[in-house]
């Protein structure tokens, strides 16, 4: 019989703890996923130029109806802490001074991939919708297409719609807001 070692999980407080100790440090681009710690991939021009587009199209139309954050955490139970690259964040004052957004703080994640779209889709998608966040939205730049997750069950979304340019698409929270995939994709 052969035994494999178990693989020994972070929680999210042991994962801070790396960072406030100097083990992460502040340029290292990882996240917390299942207790794993991953290493993301570069962000390459293509990627930080639709990143740029959508927090500026956000914060110009969405003024205070809603926080943006660009590539920050978002705490996804005690093993998962994902760095979704623009979130769509219910504003408050005192909000997210003491803890990270919880799912129940977010309005819509989105990831920009263009060549993480594969693991962004398994991974990263189903944990967003085991934790009821109510919308994502994957970029995926090298089939120049937005994919939009709604209605999030344990399973996963059960609904997924892809659109392409020359579609709009607008946020659930915020449905009078139309985009056009042409303004994301550039």
């Not at 760095?83 to 994640?109: F, I, S």
């Not at 934790?131 to 399973?155: A, K, M, N, Q």
């Not at 915020?174 to 994709?185: K, R």
């Amino acid at each position: 019989m052969t035994v494999y070692p178990e693989r020994r999980r972070f929680t999210v407080g042991e994962y801070g703890r790396m960072a406030e100790a100097g083990i992460l440090g502040e340029d290292d681009r990882v996240e917390l996923i299942d207790g794993e710690i991953l290493e993301m991939a570069p962000i390459d021009p293509r990627h930080q130029r639709c990143v740029i587009e959508l927090t500026h199209l956000f914060t110009e139309r969405l003024g205070r109806r809603a926080l943006v954050s660009v590539q920050g955490p978002i705490r996804l139970g005690d093993y998962s802490e994902p760095q979704p690259d623009v979130v769509l964040l219910r504003p408050g004052p005192e909000l997210y001074a003491a803890d990270h957004p919880g799912p129940e703080d977010v309005l819509l994640a989105i990831e920009v991939a263009e060549t993480s779209s594969s693991f962004d889709r398994r991974v990263k998608v189903p944990r967003y919708a085991q934790s009821g966040i109510p919308e994502v939205w994957l970029i995926d730049l090298e089939r120049r297409s937005v994919t939009v997750y709604c209605d999030p069950s344990p399973t996963g979304y059960r609904t997924a719609q892809t659109v392409r340019r020359g579609e709009t698409l607008a946020p659930l929270a915020f449905p009078e807001l139309h985009i056009g995939v042409d303004e994301i994709l550039g």
